[in-house]
């Protein structure tokens, strides 16, 4: 049994270090393209809940306000207006919050003007041969004969208003389009196949694209550690938690190792009384948005990647945001010392109270 324990907590620090060190190669993406992905992936997914930790590792990289803005713009051309409109509407929410935090994001740059006197049809029709190194005055697809109008949207619209933005590359952009449509699934296959060929013609390697894939139609990266641990077993109704949580334990009492070990997820809004552990505890946190608070002091947001150490005694709560699940695991150190004391209920003033 010790060593099955021991395994355990391998697998611990190693899931740890992996959310506080994003896995990168020197033939792979750089930090910022797998921002990139991560941020569109999820407004094409429509995936909220991820996005907004998504957007806020964007920010805490040094991605620009305006840059991720961009993101969300370009996406609606590919996921359509609704899901970028709400991805915009999550991104207003975590600024706001990172504000009340006392978080100054750099807002970094606008687009510059347009000086080309060019026809809008023009300069899209040769962007688009530049990107994709297909001639200009190649044949007209299919689509393109049928409905000459959405052709010449795509040229004025998408490849000359949109692409023209210099707020990010053309291959940023094409990135962004690739991890949308991929993060779409089925029946779009022909439209990936192409912006895969335009992102092959600016540059980008095989196994790079194996990475956008990967992450996009995954979501690996965005939560390295999420879904490794078992759910584990709805609790019994108690008053030390105001909803509907989950426990899986792995290091026992009865393992007379002196701590315990467990996976546990809250519903959203869901969180614990105040209380106290007399041997400290430690909660790496592995997947969702969540809030923890110690006596005394402001509520803080929790995100995949951070780890809280808890010292003996401190009062404390903590919980899931009220729109997304959140899940940590627990350990509880010096067990020798006794287990958690529980005190009150948190109220709402308190749970809103950032």
């Not at 049809?121 to 005055?137: F, H, N, Q, T, V």
């Amino acid at each position: 049994m010790r060593k099955i324990h021991v395994i355990i907590c391998i697998c611990l620090m190693t899931a740890m270090n992996t959310m506080a060190q994003p896995a990168s190669s020197d033939n792979g993406l750089t930090m910022r393209q797998q921002h990139i992905v991560k941020i569109t992936s999820c407004t094409g997914k429509g995936d909220l809940e991820n996005l907004k930790p998504a957007l806020a590792a964007g920010l805490d990289y040094g991605l620009t306000v305006n840059e991720i803005r961009e993101l969300l713009i370009h996406a609606y051309a590919y996921c359509g207006f609704p899901r970028s409109l709400r991805a915009l509407q999550t991104f207003i929410a975590v600024l706001d919050e990172r504000k009340a935090q006392g978080i100054e994001d750099t807002v970094g740059r606008d687009a510059s003007p347009v000086e080309d006197n060019r026809t809008r049809y023009e300069r899209g029709r040769d962007i688009l041969a530049k990107i994709s190194g297909i001639p200009a005055d190649a044949p007209k697809a299919g689509y393109a004969k049928f409905a000459p109008a959405i052709e010449r949207f795509l040229k004025e619209h998408l490849f000359a208003d949109l692409f023209e933005r210099d707020v990010l590359t053309y291959s940023e952009r094409e990135l962004a389009t690739v991890s949308v449509i991929a993060a779409l699934g089925e029946s779009v296959e022909p439209m990936l196949r192409g912006h895969i060929a335009i992102c092959q013609n600016l540059g980008m390697t095989e196994e790079q694209l194996d990475q956008v894939l990967a992450i996009a139609t995954t979501g690996i990266a965005n939560c390295a550690v999420k879904d490794i641990f078992p759910k584990g077993n709805k609790l019994p109704d108690t008053p030390n938690f105001t909803g509907e949580a989950w426990l899986e334990m792995f290091v026992t009492k009865a393992d007379s190792m002196d701590c315990t070990v467990g996976n546990v997820t809250f519903a959203p809004g869901v969180r614990n009384s105040w209380h106290s552990h007399p041997g400290g505890q430690i909660l790496p946190c592995t997947s969702g948005e969540g809030r923890y608070q110690e006596k005394g002091k402001p509520v803080q947001v929790l995100r995949p990647g951070d780890v809280v150490k808890i010292a003996p005694n401190v009062i404390h709560w903590h919980g899931a945001a009220p729109d997304s699940e959140f899940t940590h695991i627990a350990i509880g150190s010096q067990q020798s010392k006794g287990g958690a004391v529980w005190l009150e209920p948190v109220t709402d003033e308190e749970y809103d109270n950032q």
